[in-house]
């Protein structure tokens, strides 16, 4: 998967326990099967507290290929506009900080 023109970005605001809100573009993929998905590296560069899945299962792409394999999730304030939660995560390897599925 890459990011082309074609790709639709929404701006979302994580609220973080140990810092201010960041404000990052997340990518919304309607070929997503989970509630989203962020990338490691970010999780690692920002501190992002996770938790272990009960079972480890894989990230497949559409052609049926192993993207990565999931082994944690986070619980992210998240804000989008006026709408806000409280999203889980399944943390894996991906091109973009946040995948939204749908």
């Given at each position: 998967m890459s990011l082309d023109s074609k790709?639709?970005?929404i701006q979302t605001?994580?609220?973080?326990?140990?810092?201010?809100?960041?404000?990052?573009?997340?990518?919304?993929d309607s070929g997503a099967s989970g509630s989203g998905y962020i990338?490691?590296?970010f999780v690692e560069s920002q501190g992002i507290t996770t938790k272990a899945t009960p079972s480890a299962r894989s990230l497949l792409?559409?052609?049926g290929e192993v993207a990565d394999t999931i082994t944690e999730y986070a619980l992210v304030p998240r804000a989008i506009g006026i709408y806000s939660e409280t999203a889980l995560f399944y943390?894996?390897?991906?091109?973009?900080?946040?995948?939204?599925?749908?």
């Open positions: 790709s639709l970005l605001t994580l609220s973080l326990a140990h810092t201010n809100p960041i404000t990052i573009n997340g990518l919304v990338d490691r590296s792409l559409g052609n943390v894996a390897k991906v091109e973009s900080p946040v995948i939204f599925g749908l």
